[in-house]
C-alpha cells in the first residue's frame, strides 16, 4: 500500500493498492477502478496536443487528448482517432 500525504494538513494526495494495482488520487480507489480521480473543487486535465502530434501517435485504443488547435477532444478506437461529439 502506497500513501502519499499533504505536507501542509497530512490530507492523503495518493492513495495505492498495490495488491489490486489501483490507484487513488483524493481519497481511496475503489476495486473496480485502476485509476479513481476524486474532487468536488478540481477537474480532470487531459494530455493537449496539436493535430499533428496527436497523429504523430501509434493507434492504440482508449488513447484521449484535446487537441488544442481543433478546439476538440478526440478518441482512438484502435485504428484512428475519432471527434467525441456531445449528444
Known amino acids: ?5 499533504n ?18 488520487i483524493g481519497g481511496a480507489p475503489i476495486a473496480e477502478a485502476i485509476l479513481d480521480v ?4 478540481q477537474a480532470l486535465k487531459l494530455p493537449v496536443m496539436t493535430e499533428s ?3 504523430a501517435i501509434s493507434n492504440a ?7 488544442s488547435d481543433l478546439r476538440k477532444v ?3 478506437t484502435g485504428s484512428g482517432w475519432v471527434e467525441m461529439t456531445s449528444a
Open 1 to 5: 500500500f502506497l500513501l502519499v500525504q
Open 7 to 24: 505536507n501542509v494538513n497530512a490530507t492523503p494526495l495518493i492513495q495505492g493498492d498495490f495488491s489490486s494495482g489501483a490507484v487513488g
Open 38 to 41: 476524486q474532487s468536488t473543487t
Open 53 to 55: 502530434q496527436m497523429e
Open 61 to 67: 485504443a482508449g488513447l484521449i487528448c484535446y487537441v
Open 74 to 76: 478526440y478518441f482512438n
